[in-house]
C-alpha cells in the first residue's frame, strides 16, 4: 500500500514569491493535514481537509491557505513568502475515525532566500 | 492551554541500555496520546497510539504506557537502528483532527 506521497521534496524560493505544496494521501484516506516543522516550534497544525473542506485551522496568517480535491488530494499554498517560512511541511493522511492515527508523508523541504 | 513537554531534549545510550522517555500533557480532555519515531530526512513514523491511564502498547523493543498526566516511552536493550526522534503527540476531545507534538526526544544508540 503506498503512502502519503508530497511533492515536491525540496524548493528554494526568493521572499515574496508564492509556493504551491502538494499531498496524495494514503489510498481510502479522506482526510488531509499540514503541519509546519522547525526546529526552534517542532512540529505545528496548519490546517485539516475533509470531504473537501476545510474543517480545522491552526494559528498561522491568511498568507497560508490549502483546498481539497474530489480526489482527497491536497495543495497548500503559500504566498508572500517570508524567511521565516523556511521549514519542513509535513502532510498526513487519516480515515479520521478514533483507530486511524495521522500517516505522515517525507515533506517537502522550503528553503526561502 | 493545551501543552506537551517532551524529556530529556537528547539521550545517548550505549548498546543494550535500556531507559525511558517521558511525555508529561496538559489537556482539556485527552482523545488519545501518540508515538511517533522521526528519521532525519523524513516524515514521522507512527508508533502507538493510547487511549486511557494503564493502557500499555509493545512494539519489539519499545513499550509505552499512560497515566492521567504522562507518558512514557520505554527502550529495552537498544540497537544503534533505533537512534531517531522520538516525537509525542496528543489530541483533544474537541472533536478536531489536529495533534498538538512535543518538541521530541532525540535518542542516539552507541554500538
Known amino acids: 500500500k503506498a503512502g502519503v506521497t508530497q511533492t515536491p521534496r525540496y524548493l528554494i524560493k526568493t521572499r515574496g514569491q508564492q509556493v504551491t505544496l502538494s499531498c496524495s494521501p494514503i489510498?481510502?484516506?479522506?482526510?488531509v493535514s499540514w503541519y509546519q516543522q522547525t526546529p526552534g516550534q517542532g512540529l505545528q497544525f496548519l490546517f485539516e481537509?475533509?470531504?473537501?473542506?476545510?474543517?480545522n485551522k491552526g494559528n498561522f496568517p491568511g498568507r497560508f491557505s490549502g483546498r481539497q480535491f474530489s480526489n482527497s488530494r491536497s495543495e497548500m499554498n503559500v504566498s508572500t513568502l517570508e524567511l521565516g517560512d523556511s521549514a519542513l511541511y509535513l502532510c498526513?493522511?487519516?480515515?479520521?475515525?478514533?483507530?486511524?492515527?495521522?500517516?505522515f508523508g517525507n515533506g517537502t523541504r522550503l528553503t526561502v532566500t | 492551554e493545551d501543552q506537551v513537554t517532551q524529556s530529556p531534549e537528547a539521550l545517548r545510550l550505549q548498546e543494550g541500555e535500556s531507559s525511558s522517555l517521558n511525555c508529561s500533557y496538559t489537556?482539556?480532555?485527552?482523545?488519545?496520546l501518540f508515538w511517533y519515531r522521526q528519521d532525519p530526512g523524513k516524515g514521522p513514523e507512527f508508533l502507538f497510539t493510547?487511549?486511557?491511564a494503564g493502557e500499555e502498547k509493545e512494539k519489539e523493543r519499545l513499550k509505552a504506557t499512560l497515566t492521567k498526566k504522562e507518558s512514557f516511552l520505554h527502550i529495552t536493550a537498544p540497537k544503534p537502528e533505533d537512534s531517531a526522534t522520538y516525537l509525542c503527540?496528543?489530541?483533544?476531545?474537541?472533536?478536531?483532527?489536529?495533534?498538538?507534538f512535543g518538541t521530541g526526544t532525540r535518542l542516539t544508540v552507541i554500538p
Open positions: 498526513a493522511s487519516s480515515r479520521r475515525d478514533r483507530d486511524s492515527p495521522l500517516h
Open positions: 489510498s481510502g484516506h479522506r482526510s
Open positions: 481537509y475533509f470531504s473537501e473542506t476545510q474543517r
Open positions: 489537556v482539556s480532555g485527552l482523545r488519545g
Open positions: 493510547l487511549y486511557s
Open positions: 503527540a496528543v489530541q483533544t476531545t474537541t472533536g478536531a483532527n489536529n495533534l498538538f
